[in-house]
């Protein structure tokens, strides 16, 4: 007699899933619904946070692959900025001071 150990047993068919759903629907009753609408939002949520995680992911090898192209940006960007006239505030006159009245003596 071999005993086959439970890693190896393989999915239920369709009789055990059966008898699977009717031992949850006796231990849930009601609230088997609200279970299954629970156990609907955690999953979506995981998922929402996986995709996050792997957007982050992504963008920070992004960033890190390409430090030197990043870097000749700046110095074209910079460059590109002294190239551009330089445009000055318009001129203030200031009214001459006033000159010294001379006494007649």
Request: aromatic share 4%.
């Amino acid at each position: 007699m071999e005993i086959t150990p439970l890693a190896f047993m393989g999915l239920p068919g369709g009789t055990e899933w059966i008898v699977i759903g009717l031992i949850a629907l006796l231990i849930f009753g009601r609230r088997l619904p609200d279970v299954a609408r629970s156990v609907g939002k955690s999953i979506v949520e995981f998922k929402k946070g996986i995709r996050d995680v792997k957007d982050d992911v992504e963008q920070q090898s992004r960033l890190s692959s390409d430090p030197e192209p990043r870097l000749q940006d700046r110095a074209e960007q910079s460059t590109s900025e002294a190239s551009e006239p330089v445009q000055h505030a318009p001129e203030i006159k200031q009214p001459a001071p006033p000159e010294p009245e001379q006494s007649a003596h």
